[in-house]
């Protein structure tokens, strides 16, 4: 796995107290690891501040799983 | 009007986190002062406070873990987590969590806060101006907003009567308390979860209220007697923190359910001073006519009080009350017991008239004023028993319980033993 993949598996981790086994690709932050809609507006800024990556609210929206997310930050950095 | 009995406890303290662990502690005349240890307070004029002993939660210390999950921790300020695990407590004291709906929609939460998530505040006006807008997170608002401990308890347990919340400086839980009362009275709810919360011993919550001249300031070196109400030498509170949650309802129901009854509230007074933003009226007006409402409301006479918890911050303002109260009660002033508990806990602003409640609860259940400790040189000669350095085993049926806040807003609860 990536260094990107571990970083925002150890963010998804801690902000949402979920087993690291459970991140998976397709894994959905809201319908399986728990989120509400803020945690996920949180989960976006921790990804910015850990990447040093600005993600504007129309990109966030499509952010909606795990693998999303690498792919996104994977790309912008 | 419905008559309105306690049924449930909850409390967490600068003595411990528990309605019993604080109660023997505080009858055994310890002290919750120390040195200041959540940050470093040395550059303040007060460096010591009353803290919430944290822990593994063993021998009264408070885990976190113990109230709400990281996950949930980590969105709330710690007012927050304090009011969370003292009505935790009282619902379970009192059995109270119910699965059908019915109850709870007749269930309703009224726990206020004098400031509310003032560090999360500055906190994040830190965070603002170094990293800018985009870092606030999305659970700083309602982390920190007053009205969130009754949100969040109502979440928690299905709670979906009343859902309300107090503002009034440190008359907060005893206007919380007396409130929910009332609403139970007028029948908008069967039982309220009702009290108060403060997590304010934080740098800017320490600095603010030394701008105020209100803080203790000389015993840097010995915190442990510095909150030393009546005495000569006190020289200004000790700030404390923590939450007290009691469970109020309606007295048929809660003999319709078996419940264990402590006590009856009944009567609640309150009056403004209109007189200064921080300081009371020379001649404590105010709060004498909040005693005075709540008795008429009761429809109990002065002298039938044996137990009064006194507001005594062990400010200049400690004499004043102690006046009014003597006032109050005239000839029989020498009859009656006031303590003031703050010596012990330090003054815990929202949530003191709630704690100090509890205590005043548990004086009744178990026959005992608790002590004024601190209290070497009484700077008038009272005509009321203090309970000077030791508790005061005697007769207690009929309590009153005095909170005076900021604004000049005044809140006086009485409550007694239960008769049929």
Same mark, same amino acid.
């Given at each position: 796995?990536?260094?990107?993949?571990?970083?925002? +598996?150890?963010?998804?981790?801690?902000?949402?107290?979920? *087993? *690291?086994?459970?991140?998976?690709?397709?894994? &959905?932050?809201?319908?399986?690891?728990?989120?509400?809609?803020?945690?996920?507006?949180?989960?976006?800024?921790?990804?910015?501040?850990?990447?040093?990556?600005?993600?504007?609210?129309?990109?966030?929206?499509?952010?909606?799983?795990?693998?999303?997310?690498? +792919?996104?930050?994977?790309?912008? &950095? | 009007?419905?008559?309105?009995?306690?049924?449930?406890?909850?409390?967490?303290?600068?003595?411990?986190?528990?309605? !019993?662990?604080?109660?023997?502690?505080?009858?055994?005349?310890?002290? @919750?002062?120390?040195?200041?240890?959540?940050?470093?307070?040395?550059?303040?004029?007060?460096?010591?406070?009353?803290?919430?002993?944290?822990?593994?939660?063993?021998?009264?210390?408070?885990?976190?873990?113990?109230?709400?999950?990281?996950? !949930?921790?980590?969105?709330?300020?710690?007012?927050?987590?304090?009011?969370?695990?003292?009505?935790?407590? /009282?619902?379970?004291? /009192?059995?109270?969590?119910?699965?059908? %709906? !019915?109850?709870?929609?007749?269930?309703?939460?009224?726990?206020?806060?004098?400031?509310?998530?003032?560090?999360?505040?500055? $906190?994040?006006?830190?965070?603002?101006? !170094?990293?800018?807008?985009?870092?606030?997170?999305?659970?700083?608002?309602?982390?920190?907003?007053?009205?969130?401990?009754?949100?969040?308890?109502?979440?928690?347990?299905?709670?979906?009567?009343?859902?309300?919340?107090?503002?009034?400086?440190?008359?907060?839980?005893?206007?919380?308390?007396?409130?929910?009362?009332?609403?139970?009275?007028?029948?908008?709810?069967?039982?309220?979860?009702?009290?108060?919360? %403060?997590?304010?011993?934080?740098?800017?919550?320490?600095?603010?209220?030394?701008?105020?001249?209100?803080?203790?300031?000389?015993? @840097?070196?010995?915190?442990?007697?510095?909150?030393?109400?009546?005495?000569? $030498?006190? $020289?200004?509170?000790?700030?404390? %923190?923590?939450?007290?949650?009691?469970?109020?309802?309606?007295?048929?129901?809660?003999?319709?359910?078996?419940?264990?009854?402590?006590?009856?509230?009944? @009567?609640?007074?309150?009056?403004?001073?209109?007189?200064?933003?921080?300081?009371? /009226?020379?001649?404590?007006?105010? @709060?004498?006519?909040?005693?005075?409402?709540?008795?008429?409301?009761?429809?109990?006479?002065?002298?039938?009080?044996?137990?009064?918890?006194?507001?005594?911050?062990?400010?200049?303002?400690?004499?004043?009350?102690?006046?009014?109260? %003597?006032?109050?009660?005239?000839?029989?002033?020498?009859?009656?017991?006031?303590?003031?508990?703050?010596?012990?806990?330090?003054?815990?602003?929202?949530?003191?008239?709630?704690?100090?409640?509890?205590?005043?609860?548990?004086?009744?259940? $178990?026959?005992?004023?608790?002590?004024?400790?601190?209290?070497?040189?009484?700077?008038?000669?009272?005509?009321?028993?203090?309970?000077?350095?030791?508790?005061?085993?005697?007769?207690?049926?009929?309590?009153?319980?005095?909170?005076?806040?900021?604004?000049?807003?005044?809140?006086?609860?009485?409550?007694?033993?239960?008769?049929?």
């Amino acid at each position: 796995m990536s260094d990107i993949a571990d970083r925002v +598996k150890k963010i998804v981790v801690e902000h949402l107290s979920v *087993e *690291e086994d459970k991140v998976t690709e397709n894994a &959905s932050f809201i319908d399986d690891l728990g989120a509400d809609s803020l945690d996920t507006v949180e989960l976006v800024m921790a990804f910015e501040e850990e990447f040093g990556i600005e993600i504007p609210d129309d990109a966030a929206e499509t952010i909606q799983t795990f693998g999303d997310a690498v +792919k996104f930050i994977t790309e912008a &950095s | 009007m419905r008559r309105v009995v306690v049924t449930g406890l909850g409390m967490v303290s600068p003595l411990a986190c528990g309605t !019993e662990e604080t109660w023997s502690r505080l009858l055994a005349g310890e002290s @919750g002062a120390g040195t200041i240890q959540r940050f470093d307070a040395s550059h303040l004029a007060t460096s010591y406070a009353c803290e919430v002993p944290l822990g593994d939660g063993s021998n009264g210390t408070f885990n976190p873990d113990d109230w709400m999950s990281p996950k !949930e921790r980590r969105k709330v300020d710690d007012f927050i987590l304090f009011g969370m695990a003292a009505a935790d407590q /009282a619902v379970r004291d /009192a059995g109270w969590t119910p699965e059908d %709906e !019915e109850d709870r929609l007749r269930t309703g939460v009224l726990i206020g806060s004098g400031i509310g998530g003032l560090s999360s505040i500055a $906190d994040t006006a830190v965070l603002l101006k !170094e990293k800018g807008p985009r870092r606030v997170s999305p659970f700083f608002i309602p982390g920190s907003l007053i009205n969130l401990i009754s949100g969040q308890v109502s979440i928690r347990y299905g709670f979906k009567g009343p859902n309300h919340a107090v503002v009034t400086a440190c008359s907060t839980g005893a206007h919380a308390i007396g409130d929910a009362a009332r609403l139970i009275q007028w029948g908008d709810a069967d039982v309220m979860v009702a009290g108060g919360a %403060e997590a304010a011993i934080c740098e800017i919550g320490i600095a603010g209220f030394n701008a105020c001249k209100a803080l203790s300031t000389k015993r @840097g070196d010995d915190p442990e007697h510095a909150s030393r109400p009546y005495d000569a $030498d006190r $020289d200004g509170f000790v700030m404390g %923190e923590g939450a007290g949650v009691v469970v109020l309802e309606d007295y048929e129901h809660a003999k319709a359910r078996g419940a264990k009854i402590y006590a009856e509230i009944l @009567g609640y007074g309150l009056s403004g001073d209109a007189y200064h933003i921080t300081a009371p /009226a020379e001649d404590g007006d105010g @709060g004498y006519r909040a005693m005075v409402a709540a008795l008429k409301r009761a429809g109990i006479a002065p002298d039938a009080v044996d137990y009064i918890n006194a507001h005594g911050t062990s400010t200049m303002a400690d004499t004043i009350e102690l006046g009014a109260v %003597e006032r109050l009660l005239g000839d029989k002033a020498g009859m009656a017991t006031m303590s003031s508990t703050k010596s012990s806990i330090g003054h815990l602003l929202g949530a003191a008239g709630a704690v100090e409640a509890i205590f005043s609860i548990l004086a009744i259940r $178990d026959q005992v004023a608790p002590p004024t400790i601190n209290l070497d040189t009484p700077a008038v000669t009272p005509k009321l028993n203090l309970a000077a350095n030791a508790k005061h085993e005697r007769e207690v049926n009929v309590v009153l319980s005095n909170s005076f806040g900021f604004g000049g807003t005044n809140a006086s609860l009485v409550m007694g033993k239960v008769s049929d």
